[in-house]
């Protein structure tokens, strides 16, 4: 930044809005409000629901209190919005109960958000949604912490980043890298050779999209095993996650650098190129 520009920087809050689709509601709040919020940068986090969609597993005092419909927020303009996965990935798109609605955002984010961060499921369909690219269903669930390469060292998103990196990845489906490379304009940022592509850019619509999980803490994928072991549902130890793939140790956390780079290196981004006046999102 010039010394010019340095004295007459005006600043503003970002206005970050998240879409939360996951049940636990305060658990998922928390962890992306936890990368989002590590920058120097002021932001205003609003947190919106689906208007028609009822949380069954968290009170209803904590969402009347914090969240916000989409209904109602539509007429502002942000400048980013995360639209969070959710558990619902064996369903195809179209019979997602509030699929109508979702594609209304994904339209929306077109004309009054500046940037837009799709993650696992929510990732998958901005991906389906503005370029056909499909997810396809895993014979076993993709559980664990893999390896994953870094494909684009200039990409500003990747500022900082380790050649090669572990991820936490939990889903049982995918998006195949030959489909992805297929469609007009995208490109792919992080791929693993065991689990397939995981960050993809798409410029066009000012968007990025990742299927795996830098937000998860420490225990979240042992939450998730636990739970599934206690129901009786067969599952695999998530691979390279226990010491020794022992689930009798605690985990490790070897993501929580990459994901804070991740996340901080999209706040900047967003910081550096939208504009200052809101109303000129989208136009």
Same mark, same amino acid.
């Given at each position: ?5 340095? @004295? ?10 998240? =879409? @939360? %689709? ?12 936890? %990368? +989002? ?7 205003? =986090? ?8 009822? !949380? ?9 209190? #914090? ?10 303009? &942000?400048?980013?919005?995360? +639209? ?17 609605? =979702? ?11 500046? !940037? ?8 998958? /369909?901005?991906?389906?949604? #503005? ?6 269903? %895993? ?21 900082? &980043? ?20 297929? /469609? ?14 995981? %960050? ?10 990742? &299927? ?27 691979? @390279? ?41 989208? !136009?």
């Amino acid at each position: 930044m010039s010394r010019g520009d340095a @004295n007459k920087q005006d600043i503003r809050p970002l206005q970050i809005g998240l =879409l @939360n %689709l996951m049940p636990k509601k305060i658990q998922t709040e928390t962890q992306f409000a936890r %990368l +989002i919020g590590a920058t120097p940068l002021q932001l205003d =986090l609003t947190l919106i629901r689906m208007s028609e969609h009822k !949380s069954k597993t968290t009170s209803v005092d904590h969402m009347e209190s #914090f969240y916000t419909s989409f209904q109602e927020i539509k007429h502002r303009k &942000f400048d980013g919005l995360i +639209i969070t996965g959710a558990p619902i990935e064996h369903l195809p798109f179209e019979d997602v109960t509030y699929w109508d609605e =979702l594609k209304e955002v994904m339209d929306w984010t077109q004309t009054n958000v500046h !940037s837009t961060f799709g993650v696992c499921w929510g990732g998958m /369909a901005m991906i389906y949604h #503005f370029h056909g690219v499909d997810k396809h269903m %895993l014979d076993a669930k993709s559980f664990g912490c893999f390896r994953h390469q870094v494909l684009d060292h200039s990409s500003p998103y990747l500022r900082g &980043f380790s050649d090669d990196l572990v991820i936490p990845v939990s889903r049982w489906t995918e998006n195949k890298q030959a489909e992805i490379e297929a /469609a007009s304009g995208l490109d792919i940022l992080i791929s693993s050779a065991e689990t397939g592509p995981c %960050l993809v850019k798409d410029p066009s619509h000012r968007a990025l999209y990742i &299927f795996n999980h830098f937000e998860y803490d420490r225990g979240t994928l042992k939450e998730e095993y636990d739970r599934d072991v206690a129901k009786g549902t067969l599952i695999n130890v998530p691979c @390279n996650y226990y010491p020794n793939d022992d689930p009798s140790k605690p985990p490790l956390n070897r993501w929580r650098g990459h994901g804070h780079l991740l996340y901080g290196n999209w706040i900047n981004e967003i910081y550096q190129t939208t504009p200052y006046d809101l109303s000129e999102i989208g !136009s």
